[in-house]
């Protein structure tokens, strides 16, 4: 967190490496969040890079109240939602269940059926149940930060977050008995 502020003064006084700096250390988890509620890696990337060019842009009027780290999911979260609204549909790319390390094909191919599944099954949730449950379990923000950055009660937030695992699970088990 204080390298982070550290990183904003040193962007808000000119220091054109801040950025590089700031773009490294968020890059891959800015666009593991986009690809997540886009699933188009292209749109994806555009995002990310329209993030940040707003960032540079706008870094000398910055007042963050959180942390850099949710300051800049929440504008990607935004974006999506945004990209979203005028697309009116959007999916979910495979999350990397399978990139752990696995010693034996078998294994690759479970893991990569379990991770399909649990694809599919996202892509039956509303999209605001989907992104909570994206923005806390796979980006870490807390029910608070989502809550600010959707604009709406932290109880709503807590309620889709709820309401999206339960169903989660009823399709995930509806597969099981098949």
């Given at each position: ?24 250390k ?12 886009s699933?188009?890696?292209?749109t994806?990337?555009d ?11 706008f ?10 780290r ?10 999506i ?26 294994k690759?191919?479970i ?7 649990i ?17 806390h379990?796979?980006?870490?923000l ?5 809550a ?13 977050y709820?309401?999206?695992?339960h ?8 597969e099981?008995?098949?």
């Amino acid at each position: 967190m204080l390298e982070d502020k550290l990183l904003v003064w040193k962007l808000k006084h000119g220091k054109k490496d801040a950025l590089r700096l700031v773009y490294e250390k968020y890059k891959n988890d800015l666009l593991v969040l986009a690809i997540a509620l886009s699933n188009d890696t292209a749109t994806a990337e555009d995002v990310v890079h329209d993030v940040f060019v707003s960032f540079a842009e706008f870094a000398s009027k910055l007042q963050l109240r959180t942390s850099l780290r949710s300051y800049l999911l929440t504008s990607v979260a935004n974006r999506i939602r945004n990209h979203w609204a005028r697309q009116q549909s959007i999916g979910l790319t495979e999350l990397d269940v399978a990139d752990s390390v696995s010693d034996t094909p078998d294994k690759l191919v479970i893991s990569a059926e379990e991770s399909q599944r649990i694809n599919d099954a996202i892509l039956e949730l509303p999209y605001e149940q989907r992104e909570v449950i994206i923005l806390h379990l796979q980006s870490g923000l807390k029910f608070k930060a989502i809550a600010e950055s959707q604009g709406v009660s932290i109880n709503t937030v807590q309620s889709r977050y709820r309401y999206g695992l339960h169903k989660l699970q009823l399709v995930l088990n509806s597969e099981v008995e098949k």
